[in-house]
């Protein structure tokens, strides 16, 4: 079974910054990958993508407060938060795909993504 686990998570106040990480398997870890997120009482939405190649896609509104990135050496996948806002207090997911592209509406297409990590809160106060 695939198994993507995530770190980095927790509390930070508003302006601050957190760096998530997400390790997977080498089977996956070359395929397109995501970060996903789930405010309180919300559905869950995609942020970022990142290829295979390396080519990246973000979410509209953290467009310059986030950052994806991997480590192929290290099967990891990198989520870089600056300027932190209460309103991005959320359980962060990672994500990967069975292919090694991303689906050009990957951010709105969680389905689109066959292996989840187990999720870690970011919690962000004012």
């Known amino acids: 079974q695939v198994q993507l686990v995530e770190s980095g998570g927790g509390s930070v106040q508003a302006g601050g910054s957190l760096r998530l990480s997400c390790v997977a398997p080498?089977?996956?870890?070359?395929?397109?990958m995501a970060w996903f997120r789930q405010p309180p009482g919300k559905g869950r939405e995609g942020v970022a993508t990142i290829n295979s190649v390396g080519r990246t896609n973000y979410r509209d509104s953290v467009m310059g407060h986030l950052h994806i990135s991997k480590d192929n050496a290290k099967n990891t996948l990198y989520l870089k938060m600056n300027n932190l806002q209460p309103m991005a207090s959320a359980m962060y997911y990672c994500?990967?795909?069975?292919?090694?592209?991303?689906?050009?509406?990957?951010?709105?297409?969680?389905?689109?993504?066959?292996?989840w990590g187990q999720g870690i809160q970011v919690t962000v106060s004012s």
């Open positions: 080498t089977s996956t870890s070359h395929n397109c």
């Open positions: 994500a990967a795909s069975r292919f090694p592209g991303c689906m050009a509406n990957a951010l709105s297409a969680a389905s689109a993504f066959a292996y």
